[in-house]
């Protein structure tokens, strides 16, 4: 396994890997990784002859007062992990490699980042566009790996794919759960004992939605409600936001139809973390 810190050694990897006919899968990450990225891994693994995966913890999706400097970073351990799949090539630039003296070009969007987490974090996603976009020139992978965990992450590059015409195709992968139901997360590792224990509430509230939704529920404001009430009953948990959204649009809905996405971000203890169910 190969571990490159300059996109040219990148591009000439895969240019040679193109040459000889392989296809190539990638797995874009921030790494400390978990068993939520060996997930997207191991799919990509399974569906490419080469598999790529990126650890950068990329400083322009972070607000001013977000925790890109605690964020935390073991590319050692990461790199361990990534020999088990096996990832045939980690790229881990440092920022200067990624954001030269002057940049100033961005990836933006309209539509699907004005809601959820584009509420609270306004310029996270034109972050996220812009590195991943970034990632798909430098890697030029036929196939790209996204956790559903992240579910307007995941729709946003898909439109973002889709309206600039970028040849790569991204598949959606389930979110991976730890055996008690939280949703796997490296931000989980700022989580004291106790509100691990509290964050449980976040899968237990969804859980509740799943059930109303299940027994023909349709009214997403009975669906936010009884979703809220679970995470109230939990002291240390603080909502963000309780939501139900189109999944290709993110636009709010009224009435459950189609492919919809049930979001939650919920702040436990100074954490913030994220869930959802698509139905
Ligand atoms: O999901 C993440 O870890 C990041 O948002 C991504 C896609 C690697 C871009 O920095």
Redesign the pocket.
């Known amino acids: 396994m190969k571990i490159c810190d300059t996109v040219e050694e990148v591009r000439s990897q895969v240019k040679q890997w193109k040459k000889e006919g392989f296809s190539v899968g990638f797995v ?3 790494g400390y990784l978990h068993e939520g990225h060996k997930s997207l891994m191991e799919k990509a693994r399974q569906t490419c002859d080469k598999v790529v995966v ?1 650890i ?3 400083p322009m ?1 972070f607000g001013p007062t977000e925790d890109l400097e605690s964020y935390p970073r073991d590319l050692e351990k990461d790199a361990k992990l990534c020999e088990t799949v096996p990832v045939d090539l980690i790229f881990h630039p440092q920022p200067e490699e990624m954001y030269k003296d002057g940049f100033c070009s961005y990836v933006d969007m309209n539509g699907l980042t004005t809601e959820l987490c584009g509420k609270t974090r306004p310029t996270h996603f034109r ?2 566009q812009t ?2 976009l970034k ?1 798909f020139h430098i890697v030029q992978p036929d196939y790209a790996f ?2 559903q965990k ?1 579910a307007q ?1 995941l729709a946003v ?1 898909k439109r973002m794919v889709t309206d600039l015409n970028v040849d790569v195709k991204i598949v959606g992968c389930p979110i991976i759960r730890e055996e008690d139901g939280l949703a796997k997360s ?1 931000r989980n590792t700022y989580l004291n004992k106790e509100e691990r224990q509290a964050a449980l509430i976040l899968s237990k509230s969804l859980a509740e939605g799943k059930k109303l939704i299940d027994a023909g529920e349709k009214q997403s404001a009975v669906i936010k409600k009884a979703i809220a009430n679970v995470i109230e009953t939990e002291p240390l948990a603080r909502i963000d936001y309780v939501d139900v959204v189109d999944f290709d649009t993110i636009t709010p809905v009224e009435t459950l139809n189609g492919s919809t996405l049930v979001a939650i971000a919920v702040y436990i203890g100074k954490t913030r973390l994220i869930d959802n169910i698509i139905v």
Do not use: A, E
């Open positions: 874009p990450t921030m990126s950068f913890v990329n999706q972050g996220v590195v991943v990632l996204f956790g992240d992450q590059i490296s």
